[in-house]
């Protein structure tokens, strides 16, 4: 019994030096006076259609110059004046945009939630090609020396003709059992098509063939 109480007395004892000892956190530095040299302003606003807020979807314009193009996620495509804001063009796709825009080569470039890989004109929004990949897009096709690049949801990369859509050649990679939904974007370099797969592999394939090189 006696060795029982000495054992919670020091047991006391500890708690009560723990609790007295200094915090392990430094305090935060206080931030020095500073003097902006530059004054931001808003010069305008405006809302582009209707967002998508749970679906990890990372939309962000695109520019040629004076103009901006954007999408929504309920398939509306919007060109406006990066000066004024206001719209020169919309074009109501009715489809479920989930790749965002690119803009390459003269055309814009995006993709569905159902496999749909879409060109427009980017002077009025006219349908140039549409053509289907076997999942759902989420970054957005990139293009160069005709030909568009095009990633889908389930591992395969597909590469079609940027005047066409037709398809040109296509690669598979596996995709693990359990994974994140989102696409790391493929790069062209070169000639060149770099990927980065779901499983922790990087992948440089030719971009006139799809061929294998490492």
């Known amino acids: 019994m006696l060795l029982m109480r000495i054992f919670f007395f020091l047991g006391i004892l500890l708690?009560?030096?723990?609790?007295?000892?200094?915090?392990?956190?430094?305090?935060?530095?206080?931030?020095?006076?500073?003097?902006?040299?530059?004054?931001?302003?808003?010069?305008w606003r405006n809302k582009i259609g209707l967002g998508a807020r749970y679906f990890y979807?990372?939309?962000k314009p695109v520019f040629?110059?004076?103009?901006?193009?954007?999408?929504?996620?309920?398939?509306?495509?919007?060109a406006f004046d990066v000066k004024t804001g206001n719209e020169i063009w919309r074009k109501q796709l009715?489809?479920?945009?989930?790749?965002?825009?690119?803009?390459?080569?003269g055309r814009l470039l995006l993709g569905s939630n159902?496999?749909?890989?879409?060109?427009?004109?980017?002077?009025?929004?006219?349908k140039l090609w549409q053509?289907?990949?076997?999942?759902?897009?989420?970054?957005?096709?990139?293009?160069?020396?005709?030909?568009?690049?095009?990633?889908s949801l389930d591992g395969r990369l597909y590469a079609l003709d940027a005047t066409t859509g037709k398809r040109r050649w296509i690669f598979e990679s596996s995709v693990p059992?359990?994974?994140l939904r989102g696409n790391s974007a493929p790069l062209i370099v070169n000639d060149m098509v770099l990927l980065g797969s779901d499983n922790g592999k990087l992948t440089a394939l030719t971009l006139n063939g799809g061929i294998k090189l490492w």
């Open 64 to 78: 040629a110059g004076d103009v901006g193009y954007t999408a929504d996620y309920q398939g509306g495509v919007y």
């Open 57 to 59: 979807l990372r939309y």
């Open 15 to 43: 708690l009560v030096g723990c609790s007295s000892s200094p915090s392990p956190v430094l305090p935060p530095v206080s931030l020095p006076a500073f003097k902006s040299s530059v004054v931001i302003t808003t010069q």
């Open 114 to 126: 159902e496999g749909d890989v879409m060109a427009l004109d980017p002077k009025d929004g006219h």
């Open 131 to 151: 053509v289907k990949v076997s999942s759902e897009v989420l970054t957005p096709p990139l293009s160069a020396q005709g030909y568009v690049i095009v990633r």
């Open 177 to 179: 059992l359990l994974t």
């Open 94 to 105: 009715h489809l479920k945009l989930t790749s965002g825009l690119s803009l390459q080569e």
